[in-house]
């Protein structure tokens, strides 16, 4: 590979580079409609939504959910949202931005808690993986947060440094984690939560991903 002294992104998946929030939303109320809950509008979903999931769940069931009704709700998730992905695209101008990057000369890598064995051959299908130093799924358990998984990338790409790297995603773990690993973020309204949610976090939000790379560009400065 080389080495990488210049900046580096970390990109996020679904809901960054991958526009598959209409998926999301409908996996959700599948796994929801599993319990009778009352299916949620993208609003409250973005409003609501926070990792690990089961925080999420007790958000809008006033308790955690019990191992079992875990297990159905994230298995009924995973099988919607396997099912409709497949209508899901690229979000607007994702192609042109990478390969904009790595023309530059600056490395870039995916980080994401979607399972590494369906991630790959989906980065893949794109057309997109040769722009990555490296494509990490989730290998344990869903519903976890990603900071330690973001310390594990980063110390598996060489020549990256984490003070010049900054992480791309739609999710405030997104910015937890690249704190966690001593990198920056920028935070994406286009996937998960609510701009007033990210704006809580206290790193730069941004609508669009043009604007995101700019602000990753002046981060890493």
Not at 65 to 94: I, K, N, Q, S
Not at 111 to 138: A, C, N, Q, T
Not at 194 to 216: F, I, N, Q, W, Y
Request: charged share 25%.
């Amino acid at each position: 590979m080389g080495t990488h002294r210049d900046a580096h992104i970390v990109w996020d998946w679904n809901g960054t580079l991958f526009h598959d929030v209409d998926a999301v939303i409908g996996a959700t109320n599948a796994a929801f409609a599993e319990l009778g809950l009352q299916p949620l509008t993208l609003e409250r979903y973005r409003e609501l939504y926070c990792v690990p999931v089961p925080k999420f769940y007790e958000r809008l069931m006033g308790r955690l959910p019990t191992e079992a009704e875990w297990e159905l709700m994230d298995a009924t998730f995973h099988r919607y949202y396997t099912e409709h992905r497949v209508r899901c695209a690229l979000a607007e101008g994702v192609a042109e931005l990478l390969t904009g990057w790595s023309s530059a000369g600056r490395s870039q890598s995916i980080l994401s808690m979607y399972g590494h064995e369906d991630l790959v051959p989906l980065v893949r299908g794109f057309g997109i993986e040769s722009h990555f130093l490296r494509v990490d799924g989730r290998t344990g358990p869903s519903g976890g947060g990603k900071s330690e998984h973001m310390v594990r990338h980063l110390g598996a790409l060489t020549g990256v440094d984490p003070a010049r790297t900054v992480v791309i995603g739609d999710a405030a773990d997104d910015a937890l984690a690249a704190r966690h690993a001593g990198a920056r973020a920028v935070l994406y309204t286009g996937g998960s939560h609510s701009r007033a949610s990210l704006e809580a976090v206290g790193v730069p939000v941004v609508d669009t991903l043009a604007e995101a790379v700019e602000e990753a560009e002046r981060l890493a400065a």
